[in-house]
């Protein structure tokens, strides 16, 4: 029921910036911490960011603290990743997901979410 539908992304030249939206829909938004995860190829997936309810609290993988900014607009059911000095190790698709047990817990997760996107491509030329 609850729908998540990633875009945004695309190719870009080392040091640029991208911005990505996860659009939410089936389901009220505002229950839901959210986050973002990368796959690059032959690699696993990776936790990437991670948001709470209204937004106030957030945790980023060390790899990208400083340069990614995750964010979300309650009114609008969306997610934002904010992507600056973009390096070729972030190529990867990026998947935005939803987490339920947040409203229950107060803990942001790395795994164990509830609800997938179906990816988006992002491409950092070297």
């Known amino acids: 029921q609850v729908q998540l539908v990633e875009s945004g992304g695309g190719l870009v030249q080392t040091g640029g910036s991208l911005r990505l939206s996860c659009a939410f829909s089936?389901?009220?938004?505002?229950?839901?911490?959210m986050g973002w995860f990368r796959q690059a190829p032959g690699k696993e997936r990776e936790f990437v960011a991670s948001?709470?309810?209204?937004?106030?609290?957030?945790e980023y993988v060390d790899s990208v603290k400083g340069r990614f900014t995750i964010s979300r607009d309650n009114a609008k059911n969306t997610m934002y990743l904010q992507m600056s000095s973009l390096k070729p190790e972030d190529t990867a698709v990026y998947y935005c997901?939803?987490?339920?047990?947040?409203?229950?817990?107060?803990?942001?997760?790395?795994?164990?979410?509830?609800?997938w996107g179906q990816g988006t491509q992002v491409t950092v030329s070297s």
């Open positions: 089936g389901g009220t938004f505002t229950t839901y911490a």
């Open positions: 948001i709470s309810l209204s937004g106030g609290r957030s």
């Open positions: 997901a939803a987490d339920r047990s947040y409203i229950r817990t107060g803990m942001l997760k790395r795994s164990g979410y509830d609800f």
